[in-house]
């Protein structure tokens, strides 16, 4: 019901009460126009909402952040009495908004509804309710959306990284404490080093050389790049309008191109993500990068492991990585103290600091640390 269908109420009972009191046939033809309106609006909403079709779809299920995507709705009446425009409560990407539709008699009337994907995730799209109205707008009826809403994935965007470096490979600049080699096959020989493990050496051909000979083993793989992603809920956006959003955003753009940047190189990435929503991403060839895409779209950022036990966690990869990427919103002690303990198990590591105040004073002494420790430290301010 309206405030219209009230004042119309009123005026009726008072051309009946005009119409008995003083007997006059116009106040009781005000009356009959005024009925006839009342059941007409009443008619005529009751039957639209029985007999009133709407689908609502999205031109795709996909799109970078930051593109535009449409929502199509159509609506079918085959009610023979007309109704005024339907009103649609819309669920879209950029928050809640209310959209007026008109409707034919007998059929289809479709429009489109174009939004913009500003933030990475997962997103539904659509009417979660209409509002059926008669011309008079004097009765008005919600009816609710009850299929699922069509779901649209808003995917992160790269952007450009330096390359990551990896330690030297035993090409007669082989690391004492770490070899990815495969021991079962030996591929040659060469002079005894300083530091070499006495197991490599080839005692036999030793003793007919007359100095020592080291075996030298095939390296079956590249070593791989770890990606770490704090999957957990990002600190620091409680001050910037739209700032989580924003900071998730970061998150996922920054692994990314990290991992966009290796594979372009066939060097094998690996994501573990240690989120509500737990998986882990391995590839070694751009072509896979549109997996690595979805599965950050669909990570929550919220709840998950702590992210200094995630790094604990994946210090017993660190024999067969080759470089570390390390991407989080916090910087404490923890935190400092776990990456430390990754750098000095022998990969080089890339520390990267998501935040809206890369200047504040208090993150000296933690970035200071990383730093002597030989650990890159990069700054990502979310746009």
Same mark, same amino acid.
């Given at each position: ?13 008072? $051309? ?56 199509? $709705? ?46 990475v995730g997962v997103f539904p799209v659509g ?15 919600r009816k609710k959306w009850k299929d699922p ?15 990551l470096k990896f330690p030297p490979q035993d ?213």
């Open positions: 019901m309206t405030g219209r269908l009230y004042t119309v109420l009123l005026a009726l009972v008072s $051309m009946l009460v005009s119409a008995l009191s003083l007997g006059g046939q116009v106040f009781y033809l005000f009356s009959l126009v005024l009925g006839a309106m009342l059941l007409y609006s009443l008619l005529s909403v009751l039957l639209a909402r029985n007999m009133l079709q709407v689908k609502q779809t999205t031109d795709v299920t996909e799109r970078e952040r930051g593109e535009t995507s449409t929502l199509h $709705m159509e609506a079918n009446l085959k009610s023979p009495l007309p109704i005024a425009p339907l009103q649609f409560d819309l669920l879209l990407p950029g928050g809640e908004s209310r959209m007026a539709m008109d409707t034919g008699i007998f059929s289809k009337r479709s429009a489109a509804f174009p939004f913009r994907l500003q933030h009417a979660q309710s209409f509002w059926v109205s008669d011309v008079f707008g004097l009765f008005r009826l809403l069509p779901q649209v994935v808003s995917l992160p965007r790269p952007f450009g990284v330096e390359r090409d007669g600049n082989m690391l004492t404490n770490r070899s990815g080699e495969d021991i079962t096959s030996p591929e040659d020989t060469r002079n005894y080093r300083q530091g070499d493990a006495l197991k490599r050496i080839h005692w036999k051909l030793s003793q007919r050389m007359g100095e020592l000979i080291v075996r030298r083993f095939e390296v079956p793989s590249p070593p791989d790049t770890l990606i770490l992603m704090d999957c957990s809920d990002p600190v620091g956006g409680d001050s910037q309008e739209d700032g989580l959003m924003r900071l998730r955003d970061t998150l996922c753009e920054t692994a990314l191109s990290a991992a966009k940047m290796q594979m372009e190189d066939n060097n094998p990435v690996r994501v573990p993500l240690y989120g509500a929503r737990t998986g882990e991403f391995q590839a070694d060839h751009a072509g896979n990068l549109q997996l690595l895409r979805e599965e950050l779209a669909y990570q929550l950022f919220r709840g998950g492991e702590p992210f200094e036990k995630t790094l604990n966690v994946e210090l017993r990869r660190m024999r067969r990585t080759g470089a570390t990427v390390i991407i989080t919103t916090r910087l404490d002690a923890q935190v400092v103290e776990a990456v430390k303990n990754i750098r000095l198990s022998g990969p080089n590591v890339r520390y990267y600091y998501v935040t809206f105040t890369p200047d504040a004073p208090e993150n000296t002494p933690f970035i200071s640390r990383l730093q002597h420790h030989l650990v890159e430290v990069c700054y990502v301010t979310p746009a």
